[in-house]
């Protein structure tokens, strides 16, 4: 985790912790980072997507002003998704890629996440020679001139590109299926949509009307009650819920129920099996997984790993083993067959083939999770690796260990971004994950870490 980019990009407040002083430096160190890579004196080539929030037009500009003027060519996709940008990078061989978001966060945040040639998120070393520059500790590139100065590009149709290959993954019409989709007035409003219209279906669309202030505000996977209240009131036979650049996807059955993203990848997990065609026969999560997904996974024979938290661990793990299916509670869900990141889209029309190829309705297919109750509890601390490594707090998470034997878990670890302790647990009631909570954050106070 480095002092600007963490698992996710450059996110911060914009124009106080993320400006436009910071996206142009970017570009100008990306542009002449990989022109000098060409050994044929050609001008490297960058692809820029942005989501809908209005502080994305002045981070695109500087990044393409900074690009630009390294001598580099930048190639505007304009408002698109994350796994849109992935898609580009690679099959049309741009140099890197990058996306202007912040995700699920509100409008006020924005983020630069980067993409290596591959369309993955890019190397831990080139960032940490990102971040060099931006701090001033390497040299000053010199600035393009005459000719050498590089273009900007519309390059709206590698957008269109990846709209077709998502409509050529549907396996089935959805002639006859009435679909919700909710595009958090964000990247998903102009592209889900006519997906899910060319491949038949009926098409009910809400909060895809942004306006660069209501990305993600009381919308969206992170707040997905009002699709919920659509689907049974409009008798839908499933929506789908993105975020703000669609690399995310939520589920609601017909009932209004959500399905989250470990039921989803319970799912296909089992779609695939049932196929032989679950790679290593894992499934790949993270620690924060609900302990019903994994109960649920043992009772059909089906392997699993945890990675730590973040979608870039979940993707390098799959990498190294080449397994097919993984992702986080969240709904950032990667199938590496077809993608290279959490895309929000292909999920909605992965859930939608195991619909139709099996015949059930979702609340039928995510029957067999059975969700425990979880409680997180965020504690403020002094020093986060010593709350860790403190006897008192090991002896704690011990016997709260014990306490809940095979009934559930105790899961205690370092915020990546924040001086905070997360203290997570799972068990049959909420009464029982709060009372072995207060064993370990009664040690973490006894040991004196508490910042109040």
Not at 143 to 160: L, S
Not at 194 to 208: Q, Y
Request: charged share 25%; hydrophobic share 40%.
């Amino acid at each position: 985790m480095g002092k600007y980019f963490g698992t996710d990009g450059f996110r911060g407040e914009a124009g106080i912790s993320l400006t436009a002083k910071h996206a142009f430096k970017i570009g100008r160190f990306l542009g002449h980072y990989y022109s000098a890579q060409h050994t044929d004196g050609q001008p490297a080539r960058i692809v820029i997507g942005k989501d809908t929030r209005r502080s994305s037009y002045m981070l695109e500009y500087a990044l393409a002003a900074g690009i630009t003027s390294s001598g580099a060519d930048a190639y505007l996709l304009h408002v698109t998704t994350t796994p849109s940008v992935a898609f580009v990078t690679k099959t049309d061989e741009f140099d890197c890629g990058i996306m202007i978001s912040a995700s699920h966060n509100p409008f006020h945040d924005n983020g630069i996440k980067l993409l290596n040639h591959q369309g993955e998120k890019m190397e831990d070393d080139i960032l940490q020679k990102v971040e060099d520059f931006l701090d001033g500790k390497s040299g000053i590139p010199p600035f393009a001139t005459g000719e050498a100065i590089g273009r900007t590009v519309d390059h709206v149709a590698g957008r269109n590109r990846y709209v077709g290959y998502l409509i050529s993954l549907g396996r089935f019409s959805f002639r006859g299926k009435h679909i919700a989709l909710d595009c958090s007035n964000g990247s998903a409003w102009s592209i889900a949509p006519s997906v899910f219209r060319a491949l038949g279906a009926k098409v009910s669309v809400i909060h895809a009307e942004p306006d660069g202030l209501n990305i993600n505000r009381g919308c969206g996977s992170t707040h997905i009650e009002s699709l919920q209240q659509f689907v049974v009131e409009h008798k839908c036979d499933v929506g789908f819920a993105y975020d703000g650049d669609a690399d995310r996807c939520l589920c609601v059955d017909e009932h209004g129920e959500v399905v989250d993203g470990d039921k989803i990848m319970y799912i296909y997990a089992r779609y695939l099996q049932e196929r032989g065609k679950l790679v290593n026969n894992t499934v790949v999560t993270t620690v924060m997984s609900n302990l019903g997904l994994f109960k649920a996974l043992d009772a059909l024979g089906i392997d699993y790993a945890k990675t730590a938290v973040g979608d870039k661990n979940v993707y390098d793990y799959m990498s190294a083993h080449r397994n097919n299916i993984g992702g986080e509670q969240s709904g950032h869900i990667i199938f590496s067959k077809y993608a290279s990141t959490g895309d929000g889209i292909l999920t909605s029309l992965k859930m939608m083939e195991v619909m139709m190829a099996r015949e059930k309705p979702l609340s039928e297919l995510a029957a067999p999770v059975t969700i425990f109750p979880q409680v997180l509890e965020n504690v403020r601390v002094t020093d986060k690796g010593m709350v860790l490594t403190a006897p008192l707090v090991k002896q704690a998470v011990e016997r709260a260990e014990a306490q809940l034997a095979d009934s559930g878990r105790i899961l205690v670890r370092p915020s990546g971004t924040e001086p905070l302790v997360r203290v997570m647990a799972e068990a049959a009631d909420i009464e029982t994950c709060r009372a072995c909570i207060r064993i370990v954050t009664d040690a973490i106070d006894a040991c004196g870490f508490r910042v109040e």
